[in-house]
């Protein structure tokens, strides 16, 4: 959001010549020149958060006291409709159990050491656990069982990174860096592979990946980044190489991997972008400073809070939508 702030009194220079100015103004000051709001065709929840929220509504409804073991997915405004919802997350703390109350394993995943010690505290416990998260934890224990050394790249105190690791014991390790593989030593002609957390950046992804085949040519890729980050990153950045836009918006939890990872790569076209969770984030910018802007957003993004940032846009610019 700052990045946008600051990026206001860059983009006030730009001139719209051959623009007719608009009408109105959503500040309701002088006329802004005619401004056109882009939404990205995959916004919303993806297939994973749409299940897991799907899960724990579907569980309340049918008078499940629901205990959710960590945030179900990085997204606020899911947390406080769910809370309406008698979803709640669980504080960890020990609890004497009711015959309704369930716990419900976050979309993140956990690892098995955590999965039987839930199912050991007296209550029913419910699995919401991104189907491509259990993919990468099905990858890892088989190649641990394969005799594999594995490398992952993830953020270091993610959830869904805690659960993957949990699952690669001593035969994983956790990489940022290729310079990072000087702290491990590993045995000669062990096969090695390369994965990734589901939300992670491709670009990131694929230069590290890089760097760890520079050093260990004989490693493997294995392909853990989920279809959904893939095609929201992949259509950002193909949007934005073509210099139409002066300006995107992320919606997403700050909290959340591919909603961060989709500011980062916008901000590193040199474009201006904002980074938000709610439209209310946006209040005080000077949107009608932009002729084009570029909306996105991360996986665990309702659609009505896309809808509410999109609506803002284009009250506040004069706008008018454009296709997908």
Same mark, same amino acid.
């Given at each position: =959001?700052?990045?946008?702030? @600051?990026?206001?009194?860059?983009?006030?220079?730009?001139?719209?010549?051959?623009?007719?100015?608009?009408?109105?103004?959503?500040?309701?000051?002088?006329?802004?020149?005619?401004?056109?709001? #882009?939404?990205?065709? #995959?916004?919303?929840?993806?297939?994973?958060?749409?299940?897991?929220?799907? %899960?724990?509504?579907?569980?309340?409804?049918?008078?499940?006291?629901?205990?959710?073991?960590?945030?179900? +997915?990085?997204?606020?405004?899911?947390?406080?409709?769910?809370?309406?919802?008698?979803?709640?997350?669980? &504080?960890?703390?020990?609890?004497?159990?009711?015959?309704? #109350?369930?716990?419900?394993?976050?979309?993140?995943?956990?690892?098995?050491? /955590?999965?039987?010690?839930?199912?050991?505290?007296?209550?029913?416990?419910?699995?919401?656990?991104?189907? &491509?998260?259990?993919?990468?934890?099905?990858?890892?224990?088989?190649?641990? %069982? /394969?005799?594999?050394? $594995? *490398?992952?790249?993830?953020?270091?105190?993610?959830?869904?990174?805690?659960?993957?690791?949990?699952?690669?014991?001593?035969?994983?390790?956790?990489?940022?860096?290729?310079?990072? !593989?000087?702290?491990?030593?590993?045995?000669?002609?062990?096969? +090695?592979? *390369?994965?990734?957390?589901?939300?992670?950046?491709?670009?990131?992804?694929?230069?590290?990946?890089?760097?760890?085949?520079?050093?260990?040519?004989?490693?493997?890729? +294995?392909?853990?980044?989920?279809?959904?980050?893939?095609?929201?990153?992949?259509?950002?950045?193909?949007? !934005?190489?073509?210099?139409?836009? &002066?300006?995107? +918006?992320?919606?997403?939890?700050?909290?959340?991997?591919?909603?961060?990872?989709?500011?980062?790569?916008?901000?590193? =076209?040199?474009?201006? @972008?904002?980074?938000?969770?709610?439209?209310?984030? $946006?209040?005080? =910018?000077?949107?009608?400073?932009?002729? /084009?802007?570029?909306?996105?957003?991360?996986?665990?993004?309702?659609?009505? &809070?896309?809808?509410?940032?999109?609506? !803002?846009?284009?009250?506040?610019?004069?706008?008018?939508?454009?296709?997908?």
């Amino acid at each position: =959001m700052d990045s946008l702030r @600051t990026a206001n009194a860059v983009c006030a220079a730009k001139k719209s010549a051959g623009r007719e100015p608009s009408d109105r103004n959503g500040d309701g000051g002088q006329p802004a020149a005619a401004v056109r709001v #882009d939404r990205c065709r #995959d916004c919303g929840f993806c297939h994973g958060v749409r299940r897991a929220v799907g %899960r724990a509504e579907s569980l309340a409804a049918a008078g499940w006291n629901v205990f959710v073991d960590g945030e179900l +997915v990085h997204n606020g405004t899911v947390g406080k409709t769910l809370e309406k919802k008698n979803v709640v997350t669980w &504080d960890g703390f020990d609890r004497r159990w009711g015959p309704r #109350d369930c716990i419900l394993i976050r979309a993140h995943g956990i690892g098995p050491e /955590r999965r039987s010690w839930l199912r050991g505290l007296g209550c029913r416990v419910f699995d919401a656990t991104c189907p &491509d998260v259990g993919r990468s934890a099905g990858f890892i224990l088989r190649l641990r %069982r /394969r005799g594999y050394f $594995l *490398i992952f790249f993830g953020e270091e105190n993610h959830p869904e990174t805690a659960g993957l690791l949990a699952h690669g014991g001593k035969d994983i390790f956790p990489c940022k860096s290729a310079d990072e !593989l000087a702290k491990i030593t590993i045995q000669e002609g062990r096969p +090695v592979a *390369i994965l990734a957390q589901t939300t992670a950046g491709i670009d990131t992804f694929n230069a590290f990946a890089s760097r760890v085949l520079e050093k260990i040519p004989r490693a493997e890729v +294995v392909p853990t980044i989920c279809s959904s980050t893939r095609r929201r990153q992949e259509e950002l950045l193909r949007r !934005l190489e073509t210099g139409s836009y &002066d300006c995107a +918006v992320i919606v997403g939890g700050h909290h959340s991997s591919n909603a961060r990872n989709l500011s980062r790569l916008a901000a590193s =076209m040199a474009v201006p @972008t904002a980074h938000v969770e709610t439209a209310a984030e $946006l209040q005080g =910018m000077e949107l009608s400073k932009f002729s /084009r802007i570029l909306l996105a957003s991360g996986a665990s993004t309702p659609a009505v &809070d896309v809808d509410a940032v999109e609506r !803002l846009l284009l009250f506040r610019g004069g706008a008018a939508a454009g296709g997908a």
